[in-house]
C-alpha cells in the first residue's frame, strides 16, 4: 500500500511550501507536508459540504471525530491513519481498522488491542480497547435510565418490584 503518484503544482505553490518547510525547520518530508496539506484540505471540504451531524468514523459503537489519528507500532516500525471526511485513511486508501492492522502487522490481529488512538486536541495516545470499554460503559448507563424512566411504578429498572 505504499504506491505512490506525482502531482504536478505550480513553482509559486512549491517554493512556498518549501519555504514554510525551513521557516518552521520542520522535519518533515516534503510528501509528508504535502499529504499533510492534501489531507486537511479534504476535512475542510468534508466540513463545509455535509450537514451538522457527528463527523467522522464509527467504528462499531467508537465515534472516531473527523481528525483523530491512529497509530500501529510494531516490529515492522509505526504506522499511522487518519480520520478524514468520515472515513479512516492509510497509505491514501480507506480502509477499516482490521484491514489498517493487516497492512501495518502483516496479520490479522484484535485492532482493538494493537491501534492507539490520538483524538482531535489530545497529545495523548489512548488504547483503542479504552475507547471501546468506555463507549459500552456509557451505551449500559444510557439503556438503563432509559429503563428506569420508562418502568411501570413501583417496579425498579430491573423489573422486580422495589418494595
Known sequence: MNDRVSVEVDLQTLRALLDYQAERESNRSLADLVKIAILEWLQRQC???RPVEPKGYFWKTVLL?????LRISGSLGTHYADVVCGELIYDSQ???????VTASLGNVGNAWKVICVQLPGDSDWTPAIRLRHAAMAHAFRTAKRKAE???PPGK???GRDSA
Open 156 to 158: 425498579g429498572g430491573d
Open 94 to 100: 480507506p480502509v477499516s481498522p482490521n484491514q489498517f
Open 149 to 151: 424512566r420508562t418502568s
Open 65 to 69: 471525530p473527523d481528525g483523530t489519528r
Open 47 to 49: 466540513v463545509s459540504n
